[in-house]
């Protein structure tokens, strides 16, 4: 089992940054993919970024790549989302992701991934 607890979201104006962490509970964080997902209200939830179990290959959403970077520390249970250049469209509930996708394919399906947090908000004001 694991837990994921995101913190880190909030207001901020275009053109500004925020930095979301994800704290994983439990001693098998090195063995899941990470990933972020968000959900804008009215809308379906989205995927945004992934990484791979040893950060060796990561995943974008066409809308966020060049503006946003996934990263994690292993040694801290911890996975990271660094937004930059924020825009009005990227306001939504974002969520932290774990599971073990089969393909690349797969990293971009929420379906593929088995544990979520209770996720936080961002908003970008214009």
């Known amino acids: 089992q694991v837990q994921l607890v995101e913190s880190g979201g909030g207001l901020v104006q275009a053109g500004g940054s925020l930095r979301l962490s994800c704290a994983a509970s439990g001693r098998t964080f090195s063995s899941y993919a990470m990933g972020w997902f968000r959900q804008a209200p009215g809308k379906e939830r989205e995927f945004v970024a992934a990484i791979f179990r040893s950060a060796s290959s990561t995943y974008y ?66």
């Open 61 to 126: 959403a066409d809308s966020v790549k060049g503006r946003f970077t996934i990263s994690r520390d292993n040694a801290k249970n911890t996975v990271y989302l660094q937004m930059n250049s924020l825009i009005p469209e990227d306001t939504a509930v974002y969520y932290c992701v774990a599971g073990r996708p089969l393909g690349v394919g797969s990293y971009y399906r929420p379906n593929s991934y088995d544990y979520w947090g209770q996720g936080t908000q961002v908003t970008v004001s214009s």
